[in-house]
């Protein structure tokens, strides 16, 4: 059943996702700098073994987040929530922004990224003590 909980989360993430980079895709390719086509489109494209290795990683967070919410005997969907927000925010976010500022890349890219993984997390957080 704990196995589901954090594949169920993991999608939960991944959607997020899906609709968190469409609505800010104009403003994530001018932050991050990927070359775009005539089209508008970043070049080379978003070949499907991109999307598959995004949502194995988000696996490992959810198996992660759950291993430590069960040490740590967060239950409930409050504090799954609250817990789960937390660590995109206070884990996640920070070490984006560390890479981005080495990379020099601007804040933005750091707020559009760290928004997501806050978002994210929270959810997975949300759903991994909701069973």
Known sequence: MEFLNVLVAAIGAFALGSVWYMVLSEQW????????GPDGKPEGGMKPSIFAMSFALQLVVAGMMRHTFALSGIDGIGKGLVAGLGVGLFFITPWIGINNLY????????????????????????ILTLF
Do not use: E
């Open 29 to 36: 390719i001018a932050a991050s700098g990927v070359r775009c």
């Open 103 to 126: 990379s020099m890349r601007p804040a933005k890219l750091t707020l559009i990224d760290g928004g997501y993984a806050t978002l994210a997390c929270g959810i997975m957080g949300l």
